[in-house]
C-alpha cells in the first residue's frame, strides 16, 4: 500500500521559511516524478512545484518562482518543498503527489498517489 506523509507544515511570520517534507512507503520516488500543490480556503487545488525522477527537470508555478525549491533524496525517500519568503497569500494546505511516470506534470489527474496535506499558514 502505497502512502505519502507529509511534515513541516505549521504558524510563520510574512518573510519567514519553511520546509515541508513528503516521505513515502510502499514506492521507491526513484522512479516516479513527484509534484507539491495546494489548496487554500475555498480555492482549487494549484500545483505549486513538480520534479521529475532524475530531478534534472523542475517546474515552478510562476508565483513561487525564485521563493521556493523543490529537491529530492532519494536515499532517505523523500521529496522537499523549501519555501522562503513567505507571504500571507501562501496560507493553504500542501499535498504531496506522485505520479507512475517519469516527467513532470501540472495536473492533479495526472498523479496517482496522494498525502493528506500540511498546514501552511501565513500571518502577516
Known amino acids: 500500500q502505497v502512502q505519502l506523509v507529509e511534515s513541516g507544515g505549521g504558524l510563520v511570520q510574512a518573510g519567514g521559511s519553511l520546509r515541508l517534507s513528503c516521505a513515502a512507503s510502499?514506492?521507491?520516488?526513484?522512479?516516479?516524478?513527484v509534484g507539491w500543490f495546494r489548496q487554500g480556503p475555498g480555492k482549487e487545488r494549484e500545483v505549486v512545484a513538480s520534479?521529475?525522477?532524475?530531478?534534472?527537470?523542475?517546474y515552478y508555478a510562476d508565483f513561487v518562482k525564485g521563493r521556493f525549491t523543490i529537491s529530492r533524496d532519494d536515499a532517505q525517500n523523500t521529496v522537499l518543498l523549501q519555501m522562503n519568503s513567505l507571504r500571507p497569500e501562501d496560507t493553504a494546505v500542501y499535498f504531496c503527489?506522485?505520479?507512475?511516470?517519469?516527467?513532470?506534470?501540472?495536473?492533479?489527474?495526472?498523479?496517482?498517489?496522494w498525502g493528506q496535506g500540511t498546514q501552511v499558514t501565513v500571518s502577516s
Open positions: 503527489a506522485a505520479r507512475d511516470a517519469a516527467g513532470i506534470a501540472t495536473m492533479t489527474n495526472e498523479y496517482d498517489y
Open positions: 510502499g514506492l521507491t520516488f526513484r522512479s516516479n516524478a
Open positions: 520534479i521529475s525522477w532524475s530531478g534534472t527537470i523542475k
